[in-house]
């Protein structure tokens, strides 16, 4: 299973970025799909993620409303939509598929995915 994360970059507070994720090795469309930060020093820290089928999303207290996942399970490509962005958002993004059932139990839990792309960075500059 290969994740490839793609999108990162620099940009200016209140600035936008989507990020994109393409999966392959793995029936896409079976599995829950997440978005994860880490900063330097710092535990890897959940941010979105999206049900196998996107009728489900969770998203982590410091990004909602500001943020959106989506997917694409033609193009096995999950999405994330970065709106109005902060220096507090800088780190590195990591997409990552869900080993099981994602619910309202274990979405956060990065134990619960088992394969993780490379990672994406984005800078948010004040």
């Not at 620099?10 to 880490?38: D, E, H, I, N, P």
């Not at 598929?97 to 139990?105: F, K």
Request: with cysteine; proline share 2%; net charge positive.
């Amino acid at each position: 299973v290969q994740l490839q994360a793609c999108g990162g970059g620099l940009v200016q507070t209140g600035g936008s970025l989507r990020l994109s994720c393409a999966a392959s090795g793995r029936t896409f469309s079976s599995f829950g799909m997440g978005w994860f930060r880490q900063t330097p020093g710092n535990k890897r820290e959940f941010v979105a993620t999206i049900t196998w089928g996107g009728g489900s999303a969770y998203y982590a207290d410091s990004v909602k409303g500001r943020f959106t996942i989506s997917r694409d399970n033609a193009k096995n490509t999950v999405y994330l939509q970065m709106n109005n962005l902060i220096p507090e958002d800088t780190a590195v993004y990591y997409c990552a598929s869900a080993g099981g059932p994602i619910s309202s139990d274990n979405y956060y839990r990065d134990s619960n995915y088992d394969y993780w792309g490379q990672g994406t960075q984005v800078t948010v500059s004040s």
